[in-house]
């Protein structure tokens, strides 16, 4: 006899609170009941769960690519630099739920106003308008967390990514940073560029994983780490 299929929508692994792994797909419990992109929603044991798409999201990108841990968990409150529209950050506010908190940091005010959308329902995404270079000015709204999350494409942005750590991170908090070589040097091969922005991170931060995550996004690398 042939082997039993898997059933269409089995959960073939809990990850954390309300992220699962379905086949090849990683999924969020849809627990304020709101699609926020193109996202596929599928239900399971009549839960709904929004598939988190490895193209439009640095961090789904990470998990198809390897990533063996993703600290993120139930009440969490996380510094998030660069929100943009809040694609990737309302996947992490269905894990963190209601006693959690995103602090959203983004600089373009036309991507801001799509981000505004989604918190009228996802009450605990705070948006700020604001420039990740000056953390200092909004430094009184936002407490100690215990995750930050980086995803600018700037020059500069491994410096931004530890001057917020300075600020905001609490001592021994996750830190996780998508680098996007061609914005840092175009000039210079994607992993020379790579290991220099490593350099520089090991300064402050205890490298957990690195990962590239081609062919999801190009010239891109990923680095979970632990501040110290």
Same mark, same amino acid.
């Given at each position: ?8 929508? %089995? ?95 983004? +600089?373009?005010?036309?991507? +801001? ?40 494409? %700037?020059?500069? %942005? ?46 402050? +931060? ?23």
């Amino acid at each position: 006899m042939g082997k039993k299929r898997k059933k269409k929508g %089995q959960i073939k692994q809990i990850l954390t609170n309300n992220l699962i792994r379905v086949g090849k797909d990683f999924a969020t419990l849809n627990i304020w009941k709101q699609r926020v992109y193109d996202e596929k929603m599928i239900r399971i044991k009549g839960k709904e769960y929004r598939i988190w798409n490895p193209k439009k999201s640095k961090i789904a990108a990470a998990l198809k690519k390897g990533l063996k841990i993703l600290p993120v968990k139930k009440g969490d409150k996380i510094l998030y630099l660069g929100i943009a529209s809040g694609t990737t950050a309302s996947h992490l506010s269905d894990i963190i739920e209601g006693e959690g908190m995103i602090y959203g940091v983004e +600089f373009s005010s036309r991507v +801001f106003r799509d981000l505004m959308i989604i918190c009228k329902e996802r009450k605990n995404i705070s948006p700020i308008l604001g420039d990740a270079r000056k953390p200092e000015e909004y430094s009184f709204l936002v407490p100690t967390v215990d995750i930050l999350f980086c995803d600018i494409a %700037q020059p500069d %942005q491994v410096e931004i990514f530890e001057r917020n750590a300075k600020w905001f991170l609490k001592k021994s908090g996750y830190a996780m940073i998508a680098i996007k070589a061609r914005s840092i040097d175009v000039s210079k091969r994607p992993e020379v560029v790579f290991k220099e922005a490593e350099e520089k991170l090991k300064k402050n +931060f205890e490298i957990v994983q690195k990962l590239r995550l081609d062919p999801f996004e190009k010239d891109h690398a990923f680095f979970l780490c632990k501040y110290v």
